[in-house]
């Protein structure tokens, strides 16, 4: 059965840090390609960062450069997104999916809440 499962989120001050987590089970997690995607309320999910399977090749919405960062642990079947310098526009529910050619694989989700 396959799995992917958030965690991390929570409600956090305006320039405060987070550090979400994806873990895989059911699939070849080291040969999909992870991204991090979030939902705000009343807007199209937006895909924020990806990271190739050997972890080698990264990209960042521009919304997110030089605040984020994506990362990976194969051994562990661990995603992680590092979030910094969160702002209003960064709320949402962050979902995690994972693509290999056809194939896609998603998350629950995990909510982030940014207040001041």
């Known amino acids: 059965q396959v799995q992917l499962v958030e965690s991390g989120g929570a409600l956090v001050p305006f320039g405060g840090s987070l550090r979400l987590s994806c873990v895989g089970s059911?699939?070849?997690?080291?040969?999909?390609?992870m991204n991090w995607y979030r939902q705000a309320p009343g807007k199209e999910r937006e895909l924020v960062a990806s990271?190739?399977?050997?972890?080698?090749?990264?990209w960042f919405a521009d919304s997110v450069k030089g605040r984020f960062n994506i990362s990976r642990d194969n051994g562990k079947n661990t995603a992680s997104l590092q979030m910094t310098n969160l702002k209003a526009e960064d709320a949402g529910v962050y979902l995690c999916?994972?693509?290999?050619?056809?194939?896609?694989?998603w998350g629950q989700g995990t909510q982030v809440t940014v207040s001041g």
């Open positions: 059911g699939f070849n997690f080291d040969v999909y390609t």
């Open positions: 990271i190739a399977p050997a972890g080698g090749s990264k």
């Open positions: 999916n994972a693509v290999h050619f056809g194939l896609k694989h």
